[in-house]
């Protein structure tokens, strides 16, 4: 087994002074104790796009209609989405997947058809998705990491294309963060003042409507402790293309893969992952902190540091993509620079 010291030796012996490339430096440190090598490499990188629609977004919570996920995933065919530029720009293997888009896509060429249902149900009256739908979310998530893996692939970024899904993310950083949920909700794809107080009111409801339907009452939740009822809030609130997510990011924690973390609602989910697998986060670079409000309290209460600050809000995974040359650079970084014995440099500390 390959140890912090050993690694850490490694890189304080390459010919420059100790700790100057910074993050790098803690990149290929957290690479190699993922890959147990001195010597890591980043193979097929692989990314999931997974598509699904939430009942929440009857309630006017979002300023884009319902019908703008379906219309990307057929975008994302053509090559005409931000994923796919970014995909092609930094090599990875996209999967455009349908986990629970409200629209028949069967017959799209170039979208894996993983549907569960056509959307989820409205979490402000009932729970978005049963038990079993659930599970099955998980196991399209896991299944879709065992095929990246079989391709080779030991990095993977997921991301979501999902009208109404910065509703589940801020009640989960709520619930699981302890954070007021007003502090956790923000203008999504565009919501103006109003737009904001109204998502907040509804959420206030849908949250109460839970605990009430759940016959117990409301007690605080610490931030980041596993706690009995995670699956039952992932259920009740959850989208399926969040859901497979989780699943996703927990096989490839399984299978000791890399996993990039995007934006407002993929922190979301592997704040989930963490909530029912600790270890998890030993496998998680945080990309990219948004501009989605929230974002960077939800980032602090999970002890992350984004690797970028850009001021994306596009979702996709478009953030996670942009961060991979940074994590390329850790990986030539230990793999290329020579040492100071054999450039024959005099070590002076």
């Not at 997947?97 to 170039?110: A, T």
């Not at 299944?143 to 979501?160: F, Q």
């Not at 909700?185 to 737009?195: M, P, R, T, V």
């Not at 407002?264 to 030993?282: G, H, N, S, Y």
């Amino acid at each position: 087994m390959i140890t912090k010291d050993e690694i850490q030796h490694k890189i304080d012996n390459l010919n420059k002074p100790k700790g100057s490339l910074g993050r790098l430096e803690e990149l290929a440190l957290q690479i190699c104790l993922i890959q147990q090598t001195l010597e890591p490499r980043l193979n097929h990188p692989c990314h999931l796009l997974l598509g699904g629609d939430h009942g929440i977004e009857r309630e006017g919570v979002s300023v884009s209609p319902r019908e703008v996920t379906w219309q990307q995933m057929i975008n994302f065919t053509h090559g005409g989405g931000g994923v796919n530029m970014f995909s092609r720009q930094h090599g990875f293997d996209l999967s455009i997947v349908d986990v629970g888009v409200d629209y028949d896509l069967s017959q799209v060429p170039g979208i894996l058809n993983r549907k569960i249902a056509r959307g989820t149900k409205n979490f402000l009256y009932e729970p978005a998705m049963s038990e079993a739908e659930y599970q099955q979310a998980i196991k399209v998530g896991a299944d879709l990491v065992d095929a990246c893996k079989g391709k080779g692939c030991n990095i993977l970024s997921i991301g979501e294309m999902g009208i109404g899904n910065t509703s589940p993310s801020s009640i989960w950083m709520h619930l699981f963060c302890n954070i007021p949920l007003e502090e956790c909700i923000g203008a999504g794809s565009g919501l103006n003042n109003d737009g904001i107080r109204h998502k907040y009111e509804v959420l206030s409801k849908a949250i109460a409507g839970f605990y009430g339907s759940n016959g117990s009452n409301r007690q605080p939740i610490k931030p980041i402790q596993p706690i009995s009822p995670i699956p039952t809030i992932l259920a009740y609130f959850g989208g399926f293309e969040m859901v497979a997510a989780i699943g996703a990011m927990l096989r490839a924690a399984e299978l000791r893969m890399i996993i990039l973390v995007d934006g407002f609602i993929m922190t979301a989910c592997a704040l989930a992952a963490i909530q029912l697998r600790p270890e998890v986060k030993d496998f998680m670079i945080f990309a990219h902190c948004g501009d989605e409000s929230g974002h960077k309290r939800m980032l602090d209460a999970m002890g992350a540091n984004s690797l970028l600050t850009l001021g994306l809000r596009l979702g996709e995974g478009t953030g996670a993509l942009c961060a991979y040359p940074i994590v390329d650079s850790a990986v030539r970084m230990i793999n290329e620079m020579n040492n100071f014995q054999n450039a024959n440099i005099t070590k002076y500390f």
